[in-house]
C-alpha cells in the first residue's frame, strides 16, 4: 500500500502539521473573522501565479507600445538619453550608458539593476531602452496590484453572505459546509506556513554552508533523498515549490539590487 514512498522527519512533521491544521478546522469551522484573511491569501496566491504570464501577455501587446512612447517623451534629450545603446553588443558598456542616464534623471544606484533587467528593447537609443523598461515595470506593477485587488473584493464579494443565519456557513461558520470550508482555509494557511519554513530552511542551510557548515543542507539532502528522489515524498514537494519560490524571489531581488 506504501510502496514507492519515502517517509523521512520531515515528512512525518508535515503530515502531522497537515493534520492537525484539519481537526483544527472542523473545530473552529470557517467564521466570518477569517475571511479578509482568507481573501488576502487568495490574492497573493493568485497574483504569484497568473500575475507574470498576464504581464508578459500584456507587454506583447499595443498597450506596452503606448506605455513607452508615454515614457519616451517624458525622458530628457540629452546627449546620455539620445546616444545608440550598445547594450546588445557589450553589455558592461551599455550597462554604464544606462546607469549614467538614469543619475542624470536621479534614481539612485538601488534601482539601476531593476531597470536594466527589464529592459524589453535595447536596439535603439538609450533612452528607449529605459522607456522600454519603464513601460516593463509599470505594467508589472499594474497587473499584480489590479490582480491582487480584483481576487481580494471577489473573494469577499462572493463568500460575505454565506454568514446569514439560515445560510450555508451559518452565523459561527459550523454548519456542515463551514467545516468544510474552515478545514480548505486551514489547511491552505498552513501550506503556505509550510512552504515560507522550507523557504527559510533553504536560506539557514545556504548561509551555513557559505561559512563552512554543511551539515544542515547534508540533513535536507538525505532526509528528502534528494539525490535519488525515488517515489513520492510530501516533504520533497515542498521543498521543490519552495526552492522554486525562494529562487523567484532571489532573482527579482537581485535586479532591485542590481547583483
Given at each position: 500500500?506504501?510502496?514507492g514512498i519515502?517517509?523521512g522527519?520531515?515528512?512525518i512533521?508535515?503530515?502531522?502539521?497537515?493534520?492537525l491544521?484539519?481537526?483544527w478546522?472542523?473545530?473552529?469551522?470557517?467564521?466570518k473573522?477569517?475571511?479578509?484573511?482568507?481573501?488576502?491569501?487568495?490574492?497573493?496566491?493568485?497574483?504569484?501565479f497568473?500575475?507574470?504570464?498576464?504581464?508578459?501577455f500584456?507587454a506583447?501587446?499595443?498597450l506596452?507600445y503606448h506605455i513607452?512612447?508615454?515614457?519616451?517623451?517624458?525622458?530628457?534629450?540629452?546627449?546620455a538619453?539620445t546616444?545608440?545603446?550598445?547594450?546588445?553588443?557589450?553589455?558592461?558598456?551599455?550597462?554604464?550608458?544606462i546607469?549614467?542616464a538614469?543619475?542624470?534623471?536621479?534614481?539612485?544606484g538601488?534601482?539601476?539593476?531593476?531597470v536594466?533587467?527589464?529592459i524589453?528593447?535595447?536596439s535603439?537609443?538609450v533612452?528607449d531602452?529605459?522607456?522600454?523598461?519603464?513601460a516593463?515595470?509599470?505594467?508589472?506593477?499594474?497587473?499584480?496590484i489590479?490582480?491582487f485587488?480584483v481576487?481580494f473584493?471577489?473573494?469577499?464579494?462572493?463568500?460575505?453572505?454565506?454568514?446569514k443565519?439560515?445560510s450555508l456557513?451559518g452565523?459561527?461558520?459550523?454548519?456542515?459546509m463551514g467545516?468544510?470550508?474552515g478545514?480548505?482555509?486551514?489547511?491552505a494557511?498552513?501550506t503556505?506556513?509550510?512552504?515560507?519554513?522550507m523557504?527559510v530552511?533553504?536560506?539557514?542551510a545556504?548561509?551555513?554552508?557559505?561559512?563552512g557548515y554543511?551539515?544542515?543542507?547534508?540533513?535536507?539532502d538525505?532526509d528528502?533523498?534528494?539525490?535519488?528522489a525515488?517515489?513520492?515524498s510530501?516533504?520533497r514537494?515542498?521543498?521543490s515549490?519552495a526552492?522554486?519560490?525562494?529562487?523567484?524571489?532571489?532573482?527579482?531581488?537581485?535586479?532591485?539590487?542590481?547583483a
Amino acid at each position: 500500500m506504501f510502496e514507492g514512498i519515502n517517509f523521512g522527519v520531515m515528512d512525518i512533521v508535515i503530515i502531522v502539521f497537515l493534520v492537525l491544521s484539519v481537526f483544527w478546522g472542523l473545530i473552529t469551522g470557517f467564521n466570518k473573522k477569517k475571511l479578509t484573511s482568507f481573501a488576502t491569501e487568495v490574492g497573493f496566491v493568485v497574483t504569484y501565479f497568473f500575475g507574470s504570464p498576464l504581464s508578459h501577455f500584456i507587454a506583447q501587446t499595443d498597450l506596452s507600445y503606448h506605455i513607452q512612447n508615454a515614457y519616451h517623451g517624458l525622458l530628457p534629450t540629452t546627449e546620455a538619453f539620445t546616444a545608440a545603446s550598445v547594450y546588445t553588443t557589450d553589455v558592461t558598456a551599455g550597462k554604464n550608458q544606462i546607469a549614467t542616464a538614469l543619475n542624470e534623471i536621479n534614481i539612485p544606484g538601488l534601482f539601476h539593476g531593476f531597470v536594466i533587467n527589464n529592459i524589453q528593447d535595447a536596439s535603439g537609443s538609450v533612452g528607449d531602452a529605459i522607456a522600454s523598461s519603464f513601460a516593463s515595470l509599470t505594467i508589472i506593477a499594474v497587473v499584480y496590484i489590479v490582480l491582487f485587488l480584483v481576487t481580494f473584493i471577489l473573494v469577499k464579494a462572493i463568500l460575505s453572505p454565506l454568514w446569514k443565519e439560515g445560510s450555508l456557513f451559518g452565523e459561527d461558520g459550523k454548519t456542515l459546509m463551514g467545516r468544510i470550508a474552515g478545514v480548505i482555509a486551514r489547511v491552505a494557511k498552513s501550506t503556505i506556513t509550510l512552504i515560507t519554513a522550507m523557504i527559510v530552511l533553504t536560506l539557514v542551510a545556504q548561509i551555513s554552508a557559505h561559512f563552512g557548515y554543511t551539515g544542515i543542507q547534508d540533513f535536507i539532502d538525505q532526509d528528502l533523498n534528494v539525490a535519488e528522489a525515488n517515489g513520492f515524498s510530501i516533504a520533497r514537494l515542498f521543498y521543490s515549490t519552495a526552492s522554486n519560490l525562494f529562487q523567484w524571489i532571489s532573482t527579482n531581488t537581485a535586479a532591485i539590487t542590481g547583483a
